[in-house]
């Protein structure tokens, strides 16, 4: 019978990424899963996903430098170009306090990011906010790929 260092059971992008950099670093990796790839019932599967740079938690927050440049490497080394750059728009209403995470955590790590009133907000993307929303926007100085996100 044939022996692996590591066996990974899960072929989701958290099981993927774990056996790649194994496998990388030359252990022997078996990756296991359990639908034919590529299946659409797991969190990982299908045609797109957001990345983006502003989100509530720190944690996640002080991950994503890394993980853009891990993405970016991904793009490069496959050939295969899948990042889109968009804007990215943080939306919520004041009283839920989303926003006010997003920018605490964009200027601590010096995430480069702008505060729109509603009126500049509708005048710029033609919404119809009021004052009850508190908004972030991103301008991304990287080519990598953010998405609008609605924090209502
Ligand atoms: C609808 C949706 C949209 C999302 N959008 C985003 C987004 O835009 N941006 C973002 O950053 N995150 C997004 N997320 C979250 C992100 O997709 C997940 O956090 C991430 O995909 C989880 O990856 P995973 O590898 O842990 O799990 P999964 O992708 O679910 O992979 C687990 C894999 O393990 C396999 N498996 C399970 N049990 C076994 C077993 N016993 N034997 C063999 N194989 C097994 C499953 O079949 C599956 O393929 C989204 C999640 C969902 C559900």
Redesign the pocket.
């Known amino acids: 019978m044939e022996e692996f260092d590591v066996i990974v ?8 990424w774990t056996a790649y950099n194994l496998a990388k670093r030359g252990r022997s990796t078996l990756l ?4 034919p790839l590529l ?1 659409t ?6 045609h ?5 740079k502003s989100y509530v938690d720190e944690h996640y927050a002080a991950m994503m430098p890394e993980a853009y440049k891990l993405w970016k490497h991904m793009e490069t080394s496959s050939g295969i170009s899948f990042m889109k750059t968009t804007g990215h728009l943080s939306i919520s209403k004041v009283k839920y306090g989303h926003v006010a995470k997003v920018r605490r955590w964009c200027e601590k790590l010096k995430i480069p990011h702008s505060t729109l009133d509603s009126e500049s907000l509708n005048t710029r993307f033609g919404l119809k906010f009021n004052d009850e929303y508190d908004v972030r926007n991103n301008a991304q100085t990287t080519d990598l790929n953010t ?1 609008e996100v609605f924090y209502i």
């Open positions: 059971v899960g072929a989701g992008i958290i099981g993927s296991l899963e359990q639908f299946h019932r797991g969190s990982s599967h299908g797109s996903r957001i990345l983006r998405c």
